[in-house]
């Protein structure tokens, strides 16, 4: 290691790995721990990006869903589904939505006990202009490139669907 | 899609940002997608696993870190620095590991204003307890193999030296 190399505390830990455990579960404990690590330097990147708008990834995530969605509204169980999250989540970021005035919440027409969240004109115009920030910053992904990140999304995906299939 | 294909969230929001973003953006924000649901099922496994001892898995990092160091016993400041979190939940950690009686929080004898973490004979017992399912289940990454792990951990780790460096 050239003397101006950061100390690599996951590399660290595979060589512990290595030589008290034995190899076999050095790749899964180095791969687990680097997705942990970059989700933390991910989020607090992109809630940066999103903090002009009082944003943050999840509801930025949220107000996206809503966005796309064909009549701008949907039902709360829907978007816990779609965002796979917990309905509780769900409630806290819808409310956290309605509170800057990006989201509306009402009651459903054919079924009062159910709430749906539709986004509002000036939802609509935030998750354009946040959009096109997180667009040309990569979703934060600096330095990596194409290739890569579409290796990281092929490898992801066929975990994600043994997961949720 | 086949019929019985669940429905991919993270599919289809690539499709819909290729037809109406321009496709430059949309291999940073799949990746960026799968990271965040990959971490949020990875967590819920590891966090299972490690139930029996009432550790997630950031106390289950913490407490390895103390059982690797030289003395049993780091001092707080350089456990933030090395999980690479924040002051605040290297506090929260510490605290709920001394409250399971893994560690002791004891004040430094050089410099009394700070505080050290040792691991306890008890803590030592659970972090290879612990270590030897999480090895067994290779952390939780099934159906994912050695090639894949390696290839994540390739990728990601050129992403966190330049986050980090």
Known sequence: MPEDAPFDPIAEARRQWNSHWGRSATPSMGAVTSIMRVEQILTARLNDLLKPWDLTFPRYEALMLLYYS???????GKMGERL??????VTNTIDGLQKLGYVARTQHEQDRRKWLASILPEGREVAELATEVLNRERFATAPLRKQDLDTVYEVLRAFRHAADG
Chains 1, 2 share one sequence.
């Open 70 to 76: 064909r009549r701008g509204a949907l039902p709360l």
């Open 84 to 89: 796979q999250i917990h309905p509780t989540s």
